[in-house]
């Protein structure tokens, strides 16, 4: 498939610059194991965490971010059961897209694969555009997910900021730092391994994605699986009362809250709250109402 329709790096110097700082982001999460599930859409680099026999979780990222970006999370996560990480087809990482995926019904068949792969249902949480990919899995794919975790979820259940809109155009004419700032909501550390990663990816890898598409009320009304969101009252991305408000108003079994104090780093800036919740959360749906 030519170089047109799939994800590349800039070049072979590109790629091996960004290689070395994703091996050193990847040197400080903890212990893994990682092997390649073939998709129709490419190979995709999975990570597993930890060990045990509840049901298991798989994190999808969000843009550019990598398995690296749940380096805060993952201690706490894969100490209570098997933890999956991946890195997202089409996008910098080390997942290799060999074919186009041509909109958001592609993201999520790729996902099935890798979570049959997985011997899925799992416990699925996506951050940021991973959360709109997590929801398409669990509308278009549903056995797979046996509950699905939204940790501000771009593209889902609330308009982009304007701007957001307008720092994600800025990225595109070369202002990438301008972009990671605005997302995150604040000035990433020099010396995190993560802030390579991401500043390398989206400056040197150039994504043949289209822009996601919002999900249709249907599709949010007809999840069947409990639903966890959290939001920052402070996030960049999304106005959180009304991505609130619109979860609560069409997602049958939901539970939404919204922290004041948290952007849209939210994962990293509140890990320990966030793997709290998200350990509380798998706990009610496992032991049932």
């Excluded at 074919?99 to 999520?108: L, M, S």
């Excluded at 730092?177 to 390398?200: I, K, N, S």
């Amino acid at each position: 498939m030519g170089s047109t329709t799939v994800g590349a790096f800039r070049d072979d110097e590109a790629r091996v610059r960004y290689a070395a700082a994703l091996e050193a982001a990847m040197a400080v999460l903890p212990p893994h194991i990682s092997h390649d599930v073939p998709t129709a859409y490419g190979t995709v680099r999975v990570h597993r965490f930890g060990d045990g026999d509840a049901t298991p979780l798989l994190l999808v990222p969000g843009r550019v971010g990598t398995t690296a970006m749940w380096a805060p999370n993952l201690p706490a996560l894969a100490a209570r059961r098997t933890v999956w990480a991946l890195d997202l087809l089409g996008e910098p990482g080390a997942s290799v897209q060999t074919a186009p995926i041509t909109g958001d019904a592609d993201q999520g068949a790729w996902l099935a694969e890798v979570a049959d792969a997985l011997g899925g249902p799992l416990h699925v949480v996506g951050a940021s555009l991973g959360g709109r990919w997590a929801l398409e899995l669990a509308v278009a794919h549903p056995g797979a997910v046996r509950s699905l975790a939204l940790l501000e979820p771009a593209h889902t259940l609330a308009r982009l900021r304007p701007g957001f809109v307008l720092a994600s155009l800025a990225s595109l004419a070369g202002f990438e730092d301008l972009f990671l700032r605005y997302a995150g909501g604040d000035t990433p550390p020099a010396d995190d391994p993560l802030t390579a990663v991401m500043t390398l990816g989206a400056r040197d890898y150039r994504m043949t994605l289209g822009p996601p598409g919002y999900p249709p009320d249907a599709a949010l009304r007809g999840l069947a699986m409990p639903v966890l969101a959290l939001l920052g009252g402070r996030s960049t991305v999304l106005h959180a009362g009304r991505a609130a408000a619109w979860a609560r108003a069409r997602i049958p079994d939901v539970e939404v809250e919204v922290w004041p104090d948290a952007g849209h780093a939210l994962p990293g800036s509140h890990a320990d709250a966030v793997d709290a919740r998200l350990a509380a959360f798998h706990t009610r749906v496992e032991e049932g109402p």
